[in-house]
């Protein structure tokens, strides 16, 4: 991790059935990584300590003053700005003197407004949803929907259901190709690749004795690494480089990966 990085996790404990029976609980953490060390604060909503946990005060608490953050058994994190971090902060002071009601103003709804302050995509929410399957359900869905890349060309949109991707790319015609990919999905930062087959070399404009030239020297795949941040994707893109010499023929192939990621960010689309 680097100096400045800002994450965001939420955590649960299992619902028990052996007394003292409990529903669970779902809360969240934020960690800077500063020079000095990590800096690390934990919240969750319950009710207030004597009060009727069915309809009565709540308060918002340290968890390292509870127990639950002892016996976490499901988390998932995700990467926040400076400014994500100042927008999840800002809801804090409108629990503080919320009621506490246990079907609908609880440990979960509170978590929920948090993930979507942090830019994540919210799972169904209903009466009986359980703490853990709130952080299950922000898993699930983490990379899920549809992204398109934010350059003035538009030139590549994702259709993302883990672990499969449809990969639409535009050319400089404006035509588009799409191409099915695959990844292996993670909390953070995924790799998705789209092999530099004959269509594809034609859809990028090369002539076709150059694209049969690239194609005996054999290309490696092209690729695209995306990290989430807030509500966005952050991506880096590498491609191959092909240059021509004066017949047109191919004089140098420049592989993906071996020259400088161009940088494309990603807004959610759905």
């Not at 969750?44 to 390292?64: Q, R, S």
């Not at 030139?155 to 400089?172: G, H, K, M, Y």
């Not at 140098?252 to 494309?264: I, N």
């Amino acid at each position: 991790m680097a100096d400045g990085d800002i994450f965001i996790s939420f955590l649960a404990r299992n619902a028990s059935l052996v007394p003292p029976m409990s529903p669970g609980h779902v809360f969240f953490c934020i960690e800077m990584h500063l020079a000095s060390g990590i800096k690390e604060d934990c919240f969750g909503f319950y009710p207030e300590d004597g009060a009727n946990p069915l309809d009565g005060p709540g308060v918002i608490t340290n968890e390292f003053n509870k127990p639950a953050i002892g016996v976490v058994e499901h988390s998932f994190r995700h990467r926040i700005s400076s400014s994500g971090r100042r927008a999840i902060y800002a809801l804090l002071p409108g629990y503080t003197d919320a009621n506490y009601r246990l079907a609908t103003i609880n440990c979960i709804d509170f978590v929920s407004a948090i993930a979507g302050a942090a830019g994540l995509k919210l799972p169904p929410r209903t009466n009986i949803t359980l703490p853990r399957e709130v952080v299950s359900g922000l898993r699930s869905l983490y990379w899920n929907g549809g992204w398109q890349s934010e350059d003035v060309q538009t030139r590549f949109q994702l259709e993302i259901v883990a672990p499969n991707v449809d990969w639409t790319e535009r050319n400089a015609a404006g035509q588009m190709l799409l191409v099915p990919a695959q990844f292996a999905p993670t909390d953070d930062q995924i790799k998705i690749e789209r092999d530099n087959t004959l269509d594809v070399l034609a859809h990028i404009g090369f002539q076709p004795n150059v694209a049969d030239q690239i194609t005996a020297a054999g290309p490696r795949p092209s690729y695209l690494v995306l990290r989430r941040i807030d509500g966005r994707i952050e991506g880096e893109w590498s491609g191959l480089i092909a240059t021509k010499d004066a017949a047109g023929n191919l004089e140098e192939l420049k592989q993906p990966g071996t020259t400088p990621s161009k940088p494309f960010g990603f807004s959610r689309v759905h």
